[in-house]
């Protein structure tokens, strides 16, 4: 099983990124997903979630109407475009899978995860 991150780095406030995660070794279209956000000393949090089917998604209140989660069945990817980013921003990116139709808010249910990538939001 792998979750393999991309799409991160350097960017300034108000820039934008795509982040990509790529999914192999499971049924990926059985499982919903998210991505999780960790800065340095703060745990780690959940920023958006969708369903296995991609019919329904759901945001931490932060990032509401600035993210924007999505995934692409047939090619085994999760997506989170990022638009007008913040320094608040700035956080290690995980994706993560569990074995759920609805994704739930518990780290502890995810049992795949990706090994991270750095967003910095810096001028």
């Known amino acids: 099983v792998q979750l393999v991150e991309s799409g991160g780095g350097l960017v300034q406030p108000g820039g934008s990124l795509r982040l990509s995660c790529a999914a192999s070794g499971f049924t990926f279209g059985s499982y919903a997903m998210s991505w999780y956000r960790q800065a340095p000393g703060k745990e780690r949090e959940l920023v958006a979630a969708?369903?296995?089917?991609?019919?329904?998604?759901d945001y931490a209140d932060s990032v509401k109407g600035r993210f924007s989660i999505s995934r692409d069945n047939a090619k085994n990817t999760v997506y989170l475009q990022m638009n007008n980013l913040k320094p608040e921003d700035t956080a290690v990116y995980y994706c993560?899978?569990?074995?759920?139709?609805?994704?739930?808010?518990?780290?502890?249910?995810?049992?795949?995860w990706g090994q991270g990538t750095q967003v910095t939001v810096s001028s």
């Open positions: 993560a899978a569990a074995p759920l139709i609805v994704p739930d808010s518990r780290p502890q249910l995810y049992g795949y």
């Open positions: 969708i369903t296995s089917a991609g019919d329904m998604t």
